[in-house]
């Protein structure tokens, strides 16, 4: 009986951690797409800083690689780095791509960018709620959906150049697929990889800023993928 009872405490005590740490995941992911949109609102009701940035090709690109830059340098670095570097990093990352993100404020209606949201934050939450509660092991999905964002990715860089309209729609539906997919699967990964016992400490605060940059990036690309979709151009 007491051994049992041990069995019962110990699975209690992982669900009670697992829960707490997806909490703190969540709401680092939230308050970095917070940050996103008020920069992105705040950058396109200023011409001045719209003509800064989309003005001449080369801002645009700084910022671009800045981007791609911080995601890289956060995602290889933050085993070296500490915990408060990690977040103020995450919190950059966010500013930077809400800066990058404001052309969309310039391009679609307001009430199609407010409806896009608001079907992506659904379906986000759906996905992740499978991924966190299912008992399938995702793994093999998750291996196919990593191969399938590489080839939408060179796809999307080959149209880039090509501008082909059949290709863009292709691409915009495989998006759209592959996020909602990754979102499940990133969840359980992060469920996964938290450590049990280590609530508080270094460690348990940076897999939580790495699981809500991952996470964040899912939906801001399932995002963009059904504005593509849904949205209304001006």
Same mark, same amino acid.
């Given at each position: 009986?007491?051994?049992?009872?041990?069995?019962?405490?110990?699975?209690?005590? #992982? *669900?009670? *951690?697992?829960a707490s740490?997806?909490?703190?995941?969540? /709401?680092?992911?939230?308050?970095a797409?917070?940050?996103?949109?008020v920069?992105? &609102?705040?950058? +396109?009701?200023?011409?001045?800083?719209?003509?800064?940035?989309?003005g001449?090709?080369?801002?645009?690109?700084?910022l671009?690689?800045?981007?791609?830059?911080?995601?890289?340098?956060?995602?290889?670095?933050?085993?070296?780095?500490?915990?408060?570097?990690?977040?103020?990093?995450?919190? #950059?990352?966010?500013?930077?791509?809400?800066? #990058?993100?404001?052309?969309?404020?310039?391009?679609?209606?307001?009430? /199609?960018?407010?409806?896009?949201?608001?079907?992506? +934050?659904?379906?986000?939450?759906?996905?992740?709620?499978?991924?966190?509660?299912?008992?399938?092991?995702?793994?093999?999905?998750?291996?196919?959906?990593?191969?399938?964002?590489i080839?939408?990715?060179?796809?999307?860089?080959?149209?880039?150049?090509?501008?082909?309209?059949?290709?863009?729609?292709?691409?915009?539906?495989?998006?759209?697929?592959?996020?909602?997919g990754?979102?499940?699967?990133?969840?359980?990964?992060?469920?996964?990889?938290?450590?049990?016992?280590? *609530?508080?400490?270094?460690e348990?605060?940076k *897999?939580?800023? &790495?699981?809500?940059?991952?996470?964040?990036?899912?939906?801001?690309?399932?995002?963009?993928?059904?504005?593509?979709?849904?949205?209304?151009?001006?």
């Amino acid at each position: 009986m007491d051994f049992n009872s041990g069995i019962i405490l110990d699975a209690e005590r #992982v *669900e009670r *951690e697992q829960a707490s740490f997806i909490t703190k995941v969540y /709401s680092w992911m939230t308050l970095a797409l917070v940050i996103t949109a008020v920069v992105a &609102m705040l950058t +396109a009701s200023s011409p001045a800083l719209i003509n800064l940035i989309f003005g001449n090709r080369i801002g645009f690109w700084v910022l671009v690689l800045g981007q791609l830059g911080l995601v890289m340098y956060l995602s290889s670095a933050i085993n070296r780095m500490s915990a408060t570097v990690a977040t103020a990093a995450f919190i #950059v990352y966010s500013v930077v791509t809400g800066l #990058v993100l404001s052309s969309i404020f310039v391009l679609y209606t307001a009430s /199609s960018i407010a409806a896009t949201f608001f079907v992506t +934050a659904g379906t986000f939450g759906a996905m992740s709620m499978y991924g966190y509660y299912t008992k399938r092991d995702l793994t093999k999905l998750g291996s196919l959906l990593v191969m399938a964002l590489i080839g939408l990715i060179i796809a999307s860089v080959v149209n880039i150049f090509w501008a082909n309209s059949t290709l863009y729609w292709i691409t915009t539906y495989a998006g759209v697929l592959i996020f909602v997919g990754l979102i499940a699967y990133d969840t359980q990964k992060i469920k996964a990889m938290n450590i049990i016992g280590n *609530e508080g400490t270094e460690e348990d605060r940076k *897999e939580a800023i &790495m699981g809500a940059l991952t996470l964040y990036l899912d939906f801001i690309n399932l995002f963009l993928y059904l504005l593509r979709l849904l949205g209304s151009r001006k």
